[in-house]
């Protein structure tokens, strides 16, 4: 077989799951109940972050907060300060892809 599969979490409960890092490609899995988020951070690659349910909410360096909806796929810079929340919504689902994996950012 030269695929490989990967699975992820199909809950309601606030999960942070690494589902791929290798040389290429970091994936992480999120779901947020609303009031949920993560901690402030700095982005260690090129951020796509793609909005799989609800909305999530996003404060960048020092810009305002600016919601996404379904659908939606951001890309945010290298080395940007970052605040991610759902305060919208129920339930909030994300992908998170890093390209190039951080562990060749050096």
Do not use: W
């Amino acid at each position: 077989m030269l695929e490989k599969l990967y699975n992820y979490a199909k809950t309601d409960a606030k999960t942070i799951e690494k589902i791929v890092s290798d040389e290429n490609v970091d994936i992480n899995h999120m779901i947020l109940p609303r009031g949920e988020g993560l901690p402030e951070h700095y982005s260690n690659s090129n951020v796509y972050m793609l909005v799989t349910k609800g909305n999530i909410t996003l404060q960048l360096d020092d810009q305002e907060n600016h919601t996404y909806e379904t659908g939606s796929i951001v890309n945010i810079p290298f080395k940007t300060k970052m605040n991610v929340f759902n305060d919208t919504c129920d339930l909030t689902e994300i992908f998170v892809l890093k390209a190039p994996a951080p562990s060749t950012m050096g």
